[in-house]
């Protein structure tokens, strides 16, 4: 499950709650088929290309209901967990903590040297930008409309030509 897309995450979050069901005890259990059915049903309404103002103060009530949701999973079940970082991730951090080491001291990393640390743990973050985002969900579909009303691409498609053009009026002048 290497670089997946958008539509693969929503694939996996379609079929998440069958899958994840009965995997922990409960209250566990329960607070996660809570939290995957309402980010499903948040995902909906933010694909949605239509909104009345109904369905705008909907989303936007279940955003804020999704935060507590996600806070009250963080707190009361991820802590119950001891997570730790796959084999992989592991690997590209030791890796790295080896880069730097030979940076620093300029010499030529042997084989002999142990490798440092072993798995460190992992926690769910809550305070990254992409969930501090979610909230402004409901406005930004209010003031510009949904996402597939607008695009980035076709003022992106033109920057080099306009760039260009602008540089070389620049020397002619």
């Known amino acids: 499950m290497k670089k997946l897309a958008a539509r693969d995450f929503e694939d996996l979050l379609q079929c998440s709650i069958p899958a994840f069901s009965g995997l922990f005890d409960e209250p566990h259990n329960k607070r996660l088929m809570k939290l995957l059915y309402q980010m499903a049903q948040w995902h909906s309404l933010a694909k949605l290309r239509m909104h009345?103002?109904?369905?705008?103060?909907?989303?936007?009530?279940?955003?804020?209901?999704?935060?507590?949701?996600?806070?009250?999973?963080?707190?009361?079940?991820?802590?119950?967990y001891d997570t730790v970082e796959l084999p992989k991730e592991t690997a590209a951090r030791i890796r790295r903590q080896a880069q730097s080491a030979q940076k620093a001291t300029g010499a030529a990393a042997t084989s002999q040297q142990p490798a440092p640390g072993g798995k460190k743990g992992r926690k769910l973050n809550l305070f990254t930008y992409k969930w501090h985002a979610l909230g402004d969900y409901a406005r930004t579909i209010k003031l510009?409309?949904?996402?597939?009303?607008?695009?980035?691409?076709?003022?992106?498609?033109?920057?080099?030509?306009?760039?260009?053009?602008?540089?070389?009026?620049?020397?002619?002048g």
Do not use: W
């Open 52 to 80: 009345t103002d109904t369905t705008v103060t909907y989303f936007d009530n279940l955003t804020t209901k999704l935060g507590k949701i996600m806070r009250d999973f963080e707190k009361l079940t991820c802590s119950e």
């Open 144 to 172: 510009f409309g949904t996402t597939d009303s607008y695009s980035t691409q076709i003022v992106s498609s033109l920057l080099p030509h306009v760039s260009n053009s602008f540089v070389e009026d620049l020397h002619a």
